[in-house]
């Protein structure tokens, strides 16, 4: 298939919180492509609608902070019912490389896999801190004791899925450990799955809105209270 054809076949999902500092940038990088983008504003206090709408974007809206896995769900279902083949979801906030969506892709399109999940471990980690480097590698060690999913990165969310695997995958946990749970769903279903090398750039502010170590014990146990009443 030519590469002009699966990205019109493509939905980026966006799922932003507060990004409006750092949105404009990611958007613009997107919106080069012939790819179909929806940016899910979850529930921001700042401008970050405002600023999706000077692009050519879908823009839906939470009223209330709901949590990144509940917007994921609502960019997800929204690309699915316009017929969305490929489905890719992608932070706002620059960390990711909008060059290596295509990295994702290949082995969906060849179908070689119904799922594609970007690992930093594989590929590059720029600016890691150590305490993100140790908290990400004990959420790995837990999920392959708990899971029994040997994966060298887990709460990445650059990841790609084929519109079969997007409409099996059920994500029930609204917020952060929605990685973990995605997961689950793919072994659970006996969706293939392929690791691909990703590079993710941490910078300062970035880095404030991302996981302490107190959060990563919060996931683990959304987690594990999801499991008992799945």
């Known amino acids: 298939?030519?590469?002009?054809?699966?990205?019109?076949?493509?939905?980026?999902?966006?799922?932003?919180?507060?990004?409006g500092s750092r949105l404009s940038s990611t958007l613009s990088k997107l919106t080069r492509q012939s790819f179909n983008v929806v940016v899910v504003d979850d529930g921001s206090s700042d401008d970050t609608a405002a600023i999706a709408a000077r692009f050519p974007v879908w823009v839906l809206r939470h009223p209330i902070n709901c949590g990144q896995g509940a917007a994921l769900k609502t960019g997800i279902d929204f690309a699915l019912a316009r017929g969305a083949e490929y489905?890719?979801?992608?932070?706002?906030?620059?960390?990711?490389?909008?060059?290596?969506?295509?990295?994702?892709?290949?082995?969906?399109?060849?179908?070689?896999?119904?799922?594609?999940?970007g690992s930093r471990f594989l590929?590059?980690?720029?600016?890691?801190?150590?305490?993100?480097?140790?908290?990400?590698?004990?959420?790995?060690?837990?999920?392959?004791?708990?899971?029994?999913?040997?994966?060298t990165d887990v709460h990445n969310g650059f990841r790609a899925m084929t519109r079969r695997?997007?409409?099996?995958?059920?994500?029930?946990?609204?917020?952060?450990?929605h990685a973990s749970e995605i997961l689950d769903e793919i072994c659970l279903h006996g969706l293939r799955f392929v690791e691909v090398p990703v590079t993710i750039t941490y910078a300062t502010d970035t880095l404030e809105k991302g996981q302490s170590s107190l959060g990563a014990l919060r996931i683990t146990g959304h987690l594990l209270v999801g499991r008992i009443w799945r």
Do not use: C
């Not at 076949?9 to 966006?14: A, D, L, N």
């Not at 720029?126 to 999913?149: D, E, H």
């Open 165 to 177: 695997a997007a409409s099996v995958i059920s994500i029930r946990q609204p917020r952060m450990a």
């Open 87 to 117: 489905l890719v979801t992608f932070d706002g906030d620059g960390q990711h490389e909008v060059d290596e969506i295509p990295r994702l892709l290949t082995p969906l399109v060849s179908g070689k896999a119904d799922a594609a999940l």
């Open 123 to 151: 590929g590059v980690a720029r600016n890691m801190p150590f305490t993100r480097w140790l908290t990400l590698k004990a959420g790995i060690l837990f999920t392959r004791v708990v899971s029994g999913v040997r994966v």
């Open 1 to 19: 298939m030519p590469q002009s054809d699966t990205n019109r076949g493509t939905w980026i999902i966006v799922a932003a919180y507060n990004e």
